[in-house]
Nanobody
Framework: QVQLVESGGGLVQAGGSLRLSCAAS????????MGWFRRAPGKEREFVAA????????SYADSVKARFTISRDNAKNTLYLQMNSLQPEDTAVYYC???????????????????WGQGTQVTVSS
């Protein structure tokens, strides 16, 4: 059974940092683009970051550029999101996702991702 499991969320003060992890099981995702998305209360799901197969190419939402870093360790079948300088507007449930197509383009469109984790809550207090 293919599964993505996020961890690392929690409560942090504004200006703090968190590192999210997404462990994949059931198959290897080394040849799948992977990404992070988030959904804040009362808002639509939005793209955060995406990364190509070996990390050569990344894409970020403007709101997180220079603060968040996406990375992956294919040997561990794990995706990461390092989040620095967190702000209250970053409060959301964060989801990792994997594209199932053979494309190596780190797209921002959530409909192009076929496998999703259950999400991890990130809360940033002011």
């Amino acid at each position: 059974q293919v599964q993505l499991v996020e961890s690392g969320g929690g409560l942090v003060q504004a200006g703090g940092s968190l590192r999210l992890s997404c462990a994949a099981s059931g198959r290897t995702f080394s040849r799948n683009v992977m990404g992070w998305f988030r959904r804040a209360p009362g808002k639509e799901r939005e793209f955060v970051a995406a990364i190509s197969w070996i990390g050569a190419s990344t894409s970020y939402a403007d709101s997180v550029k220079a603060r968040f870093t996406i990375s992956r360790d294919n040997a561990k079948n794990t995706l990461y999101l390092q989040m620095n300088s967190l702000q209250p507007e970053d409060t959301a449930v964060y989801y990792c996702a994997a594209r199932l197509s053979m494309s190596n383009i780190p797209t921002t469109d959530p409909t192009t991702y076929g496998v999703w984790g259950q999400g991890t809550q990130v809360t940033v207090s002011s």
